[in-house]
Nanobody, 127 residues
């Protein structure tokens, strides 16, 4: 069992930056893929970014490529999402997630790949 807690959300102007963090506790962290998803009212939760358990591979939604960067610190059991050049369409609740499988070989980019979720943190981008 793992607990995930997001922080760093807030309100910014378009073009601004935010850094989200997720702290994990409970079970082994370094052997699991980690990811970020986001959701707005009336829409399905969508993939944003993920990083493999090894830290070697990262994956991004087309809508955030070149603007967002995901990273992990296994010693601290945290992952970060650095968001630059924010747009109003980035407004959403952002969720941290941990993969179902350990030492995964596949690409963790779908909802079914993740089994543990944080409570979410609100990001609001105004124009």
């Amino acid at each position: 069992q793992v607990q995930l807690v997001e922080s760093g959300g807030g309100s910014v102007q378009a073009g601004g930056s935010l850094r989200l963090s997720c702290a994990a506790s409970g079970r082994t962290f370094s052997s699991y893929d980690m990811g970020w998803f986001r959701q707005t009212p009336g829409k399905e939760r969508e993939f944003v970014a993920s990083i493999s358990w090894s830290g070697f591979s990262t994956y991004y939604a087309d809508s955030v490529k070149g603007r967002f960067t995901i990273s992990r610190d296994n010693a601290k059991k945290t992952i970060d999402l650095r968001m630059n050049s924010l747009k109003p369409e980035d407004t959403a609740v952002y969720y941290c997630a941990q993969s179902v499988r350990s030492y995964s070989i596949g690409r963790p980019v779908g909802l079914a790949d993740f089994g543990s979720w944080g409570q979410g943190t609100q990001v609001t981008v105004s124009s």
